[in-house]
């Protein structure tokens, strides 16, 4: 017999303290779990009995529904016996009926990302759901134009509704959740065809976006298919259906010449285009580290004149020997050190520690506006190529090895005075 146990998973518990409720199904030693869709604090939760204590609002209730949900499970369990899985039982317990669409599994994954601070991939899986939704209300009947024109409109004024929102993003995930209307039986290779159309034709995606928003598809039908709400067999990915290919943008790195443009050119201290300046090559000289991680790093990262930081996008931990150059960028900003301890450059200064949403918030902001003064730098310099934050990235890793060590070096100052004339009073 299985053993069946109503559980509090604190370990996916959110940013409001409270964590979700599951039924607990162990056999053999491999346990799963089924979530029952409520969510308590852990003072209101009693472990040892299973249930809600008296201090959670309508304790009685919930308690009586988690009987309920108890002697469901333990009924299956009884009539199966030992004949199947602790993964069979869970998908008798949760049924083929208890059909979830793909909006509302997509939304529960979207709260999760948000609950672990993935704010980034939260907000970019909400703007699939909306173009999806935009897709299925399409009107054909009317001017292609006008219906692009719409679609703008609503994209506006869902924008607009954000700013006065105190959580748009959630609000998005619970619009979503009460949306039914669209299932993964629905999604074939003729729905991928023509939503791929759709993107392309009216929200003007290029190819890589609309990949990025199949591959999400792809995710939501493999957690559907594991979790027993749609049969494998209408996997649209599978076989000779559709196929997903990677593809790589026209990225083109700066040569030497053009970068010492950017580094000799002159601009007015302490203006925001002096510091996209300084910022860029700063990402530069670091060998290619990401704008967002720039834009955070702070004086205490820097020790043994070496920078120490966790790279935001995987986490993983890196330490780079600062180079000549870039202590002559930071040198400039040693004198606001005394007023600030905490972010090297301004743009997030007056973000919330306490809130790294706030500070994902002011990083993307930011993050926008030095790649509009990126291209006004791109102007004065006569350099025709993209410009952008990430260009830094391919620039570096697209020279030699000869070419990025010259580049180290300050133009027309021997390297030892250089060093001796940029003096950091580092940690």
Same mark, same amino acid.
């Given at each position: 017999?299985? !053993?069946?146990?109503?559980?509090?998973?604190? &370990?996916?518990?959110?940013?409001?303290?409270?964590?979700?409720?599951?039924?607990?199904?162990?056999?053999?030693?491999?346990?799963?779990?089924?979530?029952?869709?409520?969510?308590?604090?852990?003072?209101?939760? %009693?472990?040892?009995?299973?249930?809600?204590?008296?201090?959670?609002?309508?304790?009685?209730?919930?308690?009586?529904?988690?009987?309920?949900?108890?002697?469901?499970?333990?009924?299956?369990?009884?009539?199966?016996? %030992?004949?199947?899985?602790?993964?069979?039982?869970?998908?008798?317990?949760?049924?083929?009926?208890?059909?979830?669409?793909?909006?509302?599994?997509?939304?529960?994954? *979207?709260?999760?990302?948000? %609950?672990?601070?993935? $704010?980034?991939?939260?907000?970019?899986?909400?703007?699939?759901?909306?173009?999806?939704?935009?897709?299925? +209300?399409? &009107?054909?009947?009317?001017?292609?134009?006008?219906?692009?024109?719409?679609?703008?409109?609503?994209?506006?004024?869902?924008?607009?509704?954000?700013?006065?929102?105190?959580?748009?993003?959630?609000?998005?995930? $619970?619009? @979503?959740?009460? +949306?039914?209307?669209?299932?993964?039986?629905?999604?074939?290779?003729? $729905?991928?065809?023509?939503?791929?159309?759709?993107?392309?034709?009216?929200?003007?995606?290029?190819?890589?976006?609309?990949?990025?928003?199949?591959?999400?598809?792809?995710?939501?039908? &493999?957690?559907?298919?594991?979790?027993?709400?749609?049969?494998?067999?209408?996997?649209? $990915?599978?076989?000779?259906?559709?196929?997903?290919?990677?593809?790589?943008?026209?990225?083109? #790195?700066?040569?030497?010449?053009?970068?010492?443009?950017?580094?000799?050119?002159?601009?007015?201290?302490?203006?925001?285009?002096?510091?996209?300046? &300084? *910022?860029?090559?700063?990402? @530069?000289?670091?060998?290619?580290?990401?704008?967002?991680?720039?834009?955070?790093?702070?004086?205490? %990262?820097?020790?043994?004149?070496?920078?120490?930081?966790?790279?935001?996008?995987?986490?993983?931990?890196?330490?780079?020997?600062?180079? *000549?150059?870039?202590?002559?960028?930071?040198?400039?900003?040693?004198?606001?050190? !005394?007023?600030?301890?905490?972010?090297?450059?301004?743009?997030?200064?007056?973000?919330?520690?306490?809130?790294?949403?706030? *500070?994902?918030?002011?990083?993307?902001? !930011?993050?926008?506006?030095?790649?509009?003064?990126?291209?006004?730098?791109?102007?004065?310099? #006569?350099?025709?190529?993209?410009?952008? +934050?990430?260009?830094?990235?391919?620039?570096?890793?697209?020279?030699?090895?000869?070419?990025?060590?010259?580049?180290?070096?300050?133009?027309?100052?021997?390297?030892?005075?250089?060093?001796?004339?940029?003096?950091?009073?580092?940690?």
């Amino acid at each position: 017999m299985a !053993s069946i146990k109503v559980v509090r998973r604190k &370990n996916k518990e959110r940013n409001d303290g409270t964590a979700p409720l599951a039924l607990r199904i162990s056999k053999n030693y491999a346990t799963n779990y089924c979530f029952l869709g409520q969510y308590v604090l852990e003072k209101d939760w %009693d472990n040892k009995k299973g249930i809600v204590k008296k201090s959670y609002p309508n304790s009685q209730r919930l308690n009586n529904y988690l009987r309920v949900k108890l002697t469901e499970a333990n009924n299956v369990s009884f009539q199966n016996n %030992d004949s199947i899985s602790s993964k069979e039982m869970k998908k008798k317990i949760v049924g083929f009926k208890v059909k979830k669409s793909f909006f509302f599994l997509a939304s529960e994954r *979207i709260e999760q990302k948000y %609950d672990q601070e993935v $704010f980034s991939v939260a907000k970019s899986e909400l703007s699939t759901l909306y173009n999806i939704e935009e897709f299925l +209300n399409l &009107n054909k009947s009317i001017n292609k134009e006008k219906a692009i024109e719409a679609i703008m409109q609503r994209r506006k004024d869902r924008i607009s509704r954000g700013r006065n929102s105190k959580n748009p993003t959630l609000d998005g995930v $619970f619009y @979503f959740k009460k +949306n039914k209307r669209l299932s993964f039986q629905d999604i074939n290779m003729s $729905f991928i065809n023509r939503y791929k159309t759709f993107c392309t034709a009216y929200l003007g995606q290029k190819t890589r976006t609309v990949t990025n928003q199949l591959i999400f598809i792809r995710t939501m039908f &493999n957690a559907a298919i594991k979790d027993g709400i749609v049969d494998p067999k209408y996997y649209p $990915f599978a076989g000779d259906k559709e196929k997903i290919k990677l593809t790589s943008g026209n990225k083109i #790195g700066l040569n030497i010449n053009e970068i010492e443009c950017i580094e000799l050119l002159e601009l007015e201290e302490d203006s925001t285009i002096w510091h996209t300046k &300084n *910022i860029w090559l700063l990402a @530069f000289y670091f060998a290619g580290i990401r704008i967002s991680d720039i834009l955070k790093l702070k004086w205490s %990262d820097f020790k043994d004149d070496r920078l120490y930081y966790i790279m935001n996008k995987n986490e993983k931990p890196l330490s780079l020997k600062i180079p *000549i150059k870039a202590k002559s960028i930071l040198y400039k900003y040693e004198k606001e050190r !005394s007023f600030n301890e905490n972010y090297i450059f301004p743009f997030l200064r007056n973000a919330d520690p306490k809130q790294a949403e706030d *500070i994902y918030r002011k990083t993307k902001n !930011s993050t926008k506006q030095l790649n509009k003064y990126l291209k006004v730098i791109g102007i004065k310099c #006569g350099i025709t190529k993209n410009l952008s +934050n990430h260009i830094a990235r391919h620039s570096f890793g697209n020279m030699g090895v000869l070419a990025q060590l010259c580049l180290l070096l300050l133009p027309g100052v021997p390297p030892g005075e250089e060093a001796d004339r940029v003096e950091l009073t580092l940690p």
